[in-house]
C-alpha cells in the first residue's frame, strides 16, 4: 500500500481567512491524488481529482476558485480553502492512487 | 447519474456474522471496494471486487454480482472493534475515481 500524511490534523481559523492542508505521500510516487469532504455522519465527497504536474479537476459544483489545489511533484499536494466561511468548516482527506485508493488521516477544519 | 444504496445501520452482538448489501447505478463500472472508518479516522481498505464472486481476507470477504448491480461485505466472527462505518464504493472509470455510498455504521455489541 501507501503510507499518507496529512497536516495540520487539525486547524481553526477565522472567517474570510485561508488555510492551506498538505498531504504527502511517504513512500509511493503519487501521479494522482484525491481531495474529498466529509460532513458529520455523512459520506466522503469528491471534491477533485489532483494530477501532478497539470491542473486538478473539478467536480460538479465545487468552486475550483476557492478550493484551490496545487499537485506541484509526486509527493505533495496541497489544498487551500480560500476565504473560508463557517460552512467550510468540515474533515477534510485526500487519497493517493496506487493500486488503491489509500488516505490520509484527515484534517479538521473549524471556521470561526 | 450515479448512486449506491447500502443501509444506514446494521447493530449486532460480538460472535456473529453480519452481511452489509450494496446496490449501485452508476454510469461507469470498473469494480466494488469496500472501505471502514472508525469515527474521526481515516477510510482503510477492506476489499475490491472487479468481477463476479466472492474475495475472502480473514474474517471479511465481499461479494459481487455485475448482473444485478450488488455486493456485499460479509464480517465474520464479529469483535467490538469492528464498530465502525463501512462504506461501499464504485470505481468510476480508469482514473481511479471512486464514488462512495452513504455508508453503514455497524454497532457490535457485546
Known amino acids: 500500500g501507501a503510507v499518507v500524511s496529512q497536516h495540520p490534523s487539525r486547524v481553526i481559523c477565522k472567517s474570510g481567512t485561508s488555510v492551506k492542508i498538505e498531504c504527502r505521500s511517504l513512500d509511493f510516487q503519487a501521479t494522482t491524488m484525491f481531495w474529498y469532504r466529509q460532513f458529520p455522519k455523512q459520506s466522503l465527497m469528491l471534491m477533485a481529482t489532483s494530477n501532478e504536474g497539470s491542473k486538478a479537476t473539478y467536480e460538479q459544483g465545487v468552486e475550483k476558485d476557492k478550493f484551490l489545489i496545487n499537485h506541484a511533484s509526486l509527493t505533495l499536494s496541497t489544498l487551500t480553502v480560500t476565504s473560508a466561511h463557517p460552512e467550510d468548516s468540515s474533515f477534510y482527506i485526500c487519497?493517493?492512487?496506487?493500486?488503491?485508493?489509500?488516505f490520509g488521516p484527515g484534517t479538521r477544519l473549524t471556521v470561526t | 447519474g450515479q448512486s449506491l444504496e447500502q443501509p444506514s445501520e446494521v447493530t449486532a452482538v460480538e460472535g456473529a456474522i453480519v452481511q452489509i448489501n450494496c446496490t449501485y447505478q452508476t454510469s461507469g463500472f470498473y469494480g466494488l471496494s469496500w472501505y471502514q472508518q472508525h469515527d474521526g479516522g481515516a477510510p482503510t481498505f477492506l476489499s475490491y471486487?472487479?468481477?463476479?464472486g466472492l474475495e475472502e481476507t480473514g474474517r471479511f470477504s465481499s461479494f459481487l454480482s455485475r448482473s444485478d448491480s450488488y455486493g456485499y461485505l460479509l464480517l465474520q466472527e464479529l469483535q467490538m472493534k469492528d464498530s465502525a462505518s463501512y462504506f461501499c464504493a464504485v470505481r468510476d472509470g480508469r482514473g481511479g475515481k471512486l464514488i462512495f455510498g452513504q455508508g453503514t455504521e455497524l454497532s457490535v455489541k457485546p
Open positions: 487519497s493517493v492512487l496506487a493500486d488503491e485508493q489509500y
Open positions: 471486487n472487479a468481477l463476479d
